[in-house]
């Protein structure tokens, strides 16, 4: 079953007096419960492409598909709608909530998927502590490392067991270990519960993980390949 | 219901995220509030002073004159029932005070000077619960009856007559056949009242001398009825208005004396004109705060956006926000207000003015009144215009795109 497809995505900006192609008549099918690593130097359009995927960025042409909807045509409360429901988002610095604290930021997309409280907090420590931070839930964002943030931005794009995960950059600002584990994390959701990972990073280590390797260049698909993950 | 919840708590905590500028903003809200509560009791009070004055000299909430009296208020235009028969309508009509008068433009006149006053025939024992003199605070006695031979004159009247209790002076006006009609009066009492212009204003005697010398028979001026609120005369308008015929009028007493009838509505427009005008100085500071606040969270807000919350739900947020600063400050500035007006109800003594006071109608104490309805009509307007200042920050924040916000730096 095809949990993402993108058909012929194009995306221009435009920066000072040049045109950048993003995405360049970019195609691609992710089935569901797929490990996928998104791959290319700066500039490259995978951050784009995640953008796209998720329904934060409209691109210029061209057709995408979450399961059996098409959201390039979907107004902003459709979209909202749609990643409320189906996506989980992991973004490359944090992205913390700061007046929130550890355990309410984990539980904040439960909130406003009206979630019981009960059932909330359940989820919220079960989650925190898969992610190492029992103990840390009344912390607030200032009053943890980098790493802490991280999972905490992690289990809270999780919790809910999205179909879909979108990491952009997730180890970016964390340590070897730490890193590990987390890559560890998404390895164990996408085996057990088939959520489907689509990943953009430089980090060699996180494609390791990777089933499948997708490298991009200048918005444009260069390399599609399936690996054995580590 | 839910989501308001979870709105509500995100707009709380991040009110207090600047603790130190929404400090400030509250304190000029609360500043604000109190200034326009303050004002507007000072005002009030002065203005319902003013009133109260005023009604309690024409006096009565209700009227019933000759049609044609309140243009010509002469002997001429006396009612067309008589004593007997206002007994047999009023009498038992359930009405909390009423009284019959004689009310005739006159001259008094000393061994020494004369001024034109407005001689009242009164039936002492009927007005005692509502007449603008207090009878105990009389130099020398007030009237004992309507058939009293004696005058009772304000104390500024008797200087400016140059006459005292024990001594004679003579009122004149005219009879129904144009002829003078006067008579000599004993001075018998001096009375005190707010103002020197009231003091200075009237005679009374009592009713049946001044019908005798006006030869007017047992008819009278102007019959009056008071209730218990001089702002609700509608319940006793209606009753008297159906107890008597065309051949008299009916009148309300903001139709007799209209000047103080406009002043009362005037107090409301001038309440709603105050608060409005404080309100748009801090409506400054509250979009300049909704503002700042919006701008130094757009990332935030992306990321809002970003993890389903709809734009609605961003601008509620922002709005929610701005309702709880409002309400806090508004709070704080109704605490405030009610702490100082309350201890100056007993009265402001502002004698250092009062001449200038009395030369538009008000009293040289100045009586603070804590309106509930006034509180009410403040906070309401303040919360439904910052409602309306509120909208754009709130709408702007809420039409981000959720990808170029979350890349802000």
């Not at chain 2, 107090?267 to 701008?295: K, P, R």
Request: glycine share 8%; hydrophobic share 45%.
């Amino acid at each position: 079953m095809t949990a993402v497809r993108c058909i012929d995505l194009c995306k221009t900006y435009r920066q000072g007096d040049q045109d950048i192609k993003a995405l360049d008549h970019l195609s691609i099918d992710i089935e569901k419960g797929e490990f996928v690593c998104l791959m290319s130097p700066s500039g490259g359009g995978k951050t784009t492409l995640l953008n796209a995927i998720g329904g934060l960025d409209i691109p210029d042409s061209g057709e995408v598909w979450i399961a059996d909807e098409r959201i390039d045509q979907m107004s902003k409360g459709q979209l909202a709608d749609l990643r409320l429901a189906n996506i989980g988002f992991v973004f490359q610095a944090y992205n913390l909530i700061p007046v929130l604290s550890a355990q309410e930021n984990v539980e904040f997309v439960m909130q406003v998927q009206g979630i019981p409280a009960a059932e909330r907090r359940d989820k919220s420590h079960a989650i925190l502590e898969e992610v190492g931070l029992k103990g840390l839930e009344t912390r607030r964002p200032a009053e943890m490392s980098g790493g802490q943030q991280q999972r905490v931005a992690v289990a809270r794009a999780i919790v809910s067991r999205p179909e879909l995960v979108l990491a952009d950059e997730p180890t970016a600002n964390l340590d070897s270990k730490t890193s590990a584990e987390l890559m560890e994390l998404f390895t164990e959701l996408n085996e057990h519960h088939s959520t489907t990972f689509i990943i953009a990073t430089h980090d060699q280590r996180v494609q390791a993980y990777a089933k499948r390797l997708v490298r991009m260049l200048d918005g444009r698909i260069v390399g599609d390949a399936e690996q054995h993950a580590a | 219901m839910h989501m308001f919840f979870v709105l509500s708590r995100l707009a709380w905590r991040y009110l207090w995220r600047n603790h130190r500028r929404t400090i400030v903003m509250l304190s000029a809200i609360a500043i604000g509030a109190w200034a326009m509560i303050f004002m507007t009791a000072l005002t009030r009070g002065m203005v319902d002073q003013m009133i109260e004055d005023g009604v309690s000299v024409i006096p009565g909430h209700v009227l019933i004159h000759d049609p044609d009296y309140l243009d010509d208020p002469s002997v001429n235009n006396r009612v067309a029932l008589n004593d007997a028969e206002l007994d047999e309508r009023f009498g038992d009509a359930g009405f909390v005070s009423w009284a019959s008068r004689v009310r005739v433009p006159a001259i008094v006149t000393s061994e020494r000077e004369s001024r034109g006053v407005t001689l009242l025939g009164i039936d002492p024992q009927a007005e005692r619960g509502f007449s603008f003199v207090d009878y105990d605070d009389v130099d020398g006695r007030f009237l004992e009856g309507p058939d009293d031979k004696g005058v009772v004159l304000g104390a500024k009247l008797a200087d400016t007559l140059e006459t005292r209790v024990g001594k004679r002076v003579v009122l004149m006006s005219q009879d129904p056949d144009n002829e003078i009609a006067d008579r000599g009066f004993r001075v018998v009492g001096l009375f005190h009242a707010e103002m020197d212009a009231t003091e200075e204003s009237y005679a009374f005697v009592g009713k049946r001398t001044a019908q005798d010398m006006l030869r007017i028979g047992n008819s009278v001026s102007e019959v009056v009825f008071v209730g218990d609120d001089y702002r609700d005369v509608e319940p006793i308008y209606e009753k008297v208005a159906a107890l008597v015929d065309d051949s008299v009028r009916v009148s309300r007493w903001t139709e007799v004396d209209t000047y103080l009838g406009t002043m009362m509505g005037m107090m409301d427009g001038f309440m709603l004109i105050w608060v409005i005008v404080i309100f748009l100085a801090l409506s400054f500071g509250l979009v300049n705060t909704l503002v700042m606040a919006v701008f130094e969270r757009i990332r935030e807000i992306g990321l809002m956006l970003a993890l389903g919350m709809k734009p609605s739900m961003i601008l509620g947020q922002i709005l929610i926000e701005s309702m709880m600063l409002l309400a806090v400050g508004l709070l704080i500035g109704d605490v405030l207000a009610w702490a100082t007006i309350k201890p100056l109800e007993g009265g402001i003594d502002i004698s250092i003015v009062a001449e200038g006071m009395e030369m538009f109608g008000a009293s040289s104490t100045l009586y603070p009144s804590f309106n509930i309805d006034d509180v009410i009509l403040a906070n309401v307007v303040v919360m439904i215009l910052g409602f309306l200042a509120s909208l754009s920050p709130a709408w702007r924040a809420s039409r981000y795109e959720p990808v170029e916000a979350i890349t802000k730096v």
